[in-house]
């Protein structure tokens, strides 16, 4: 078997899909950023709505977040150790461990999985998991008291409450998709640190951008920017509203 250390600089290949999969991910997050920032954040009907339409867009996010890395790591192996090697002996390990393969067989470096983008990476495998093998759990009936709607009862501010609840709950949402971008684009920086042909971040997430006049030199340094800019504008939900 010949390994290549490094992706090649020219190559075709047929069914690689980790750039559709990141817009997916990505692009379903912003959307929901968007439509929050236009929300009326009076109404609890309305955020309570928001927040049922966000869960939806979550799995979205989480799984095709969690598709991007493992294209992106299968044909990343199936190219640098043939696609036969690859079927033969990787194709069922999981995520982490073909990542560790990678930096062992190809980079020659040792995985230190106290890094920040490894925890993130099996962290977001974890909760698509959680996902896809979901299993429902036994839990307890809330009992109302006596006097939950009586007269007495402040509904102003029950209600206020309630918003507070649940603004915080859709920020959470919101920082856990925040970190599977951030996973993806930790994982591609380490990528071209050692591989200077694949251009992961210009080529899998070069979607970020929406002008066409930027480079594969130039992507990289666009990408973090918008990253950075989408998580100030979440923040800013925390800032403003809780």
């Not at 380490?190 to 066409?212: F, W």
């Not at 930027?214 to 998580?231: F, G, Q």
């Amino acid at each position: 078997m010949k390994i290549r250390k490094n992706y090649p600089e020219e190559y075709e290949r047929t069914n690689v899909k980790d750039f559709i999969y990141f817009e997916i991910s990505y692009k379903n997050l912003q959307e929901c950023i968007t439509v929050f920032e236009n929300l009326s954040l009076e109404d609890i009907t309305e955020i309570q709505k928001f927040k049922h339409r966000l869960i939806q867009k979550y799995h979205v996010i989480i799984t095709f977040a969690v598709m991007t890395i493992e294209s992106f790591v299968n044909d990343y192996l199936a190219v640098c150790l043939t696609d036969d090697f690859f079927s033969a002996n990787l194709d069922k390990l999981n995520i982490n461990q073909k990542i560790e393969i990678i930096y062992a067989l190809l980079w020659d470096e040792k995985l230190e999985k106290s890094k920040c983008m490894f925890k993130y990476i099996t962290e977001l495998v974890r909760k698509r998991n959680s996902f896809v093998h979901a299993k429902s759990k036994q839990c307890n009936l809330v009992v109302l008291e006596e006097n939950f709607f009586d007269e007495t009862y402040n509904l102003d501010n029950y209600e206020t409450k309630e918003i507070k609840q649940e603004l915080k709950k859709i920020y959470d949402i919101f920082i856990s998709s925040l970190e599977a971008i951030k996973s993806i684009h930790l994982f591609f920086l380490e990528v071209d640190k050692y591989d200077k042909n694949r251009h992961a971040v210009a080529r899998v997430m070069g979607c970020i951008s929406s002008d066409k006049r930027n480079s594969i030199e130039t992507l990289p340094e666009v990408v973090k920017k918008e990253i950075n800019k989408m998580e100030n504008n979440i923040k800013k939900i925390k800032k403003n509203n809780l």
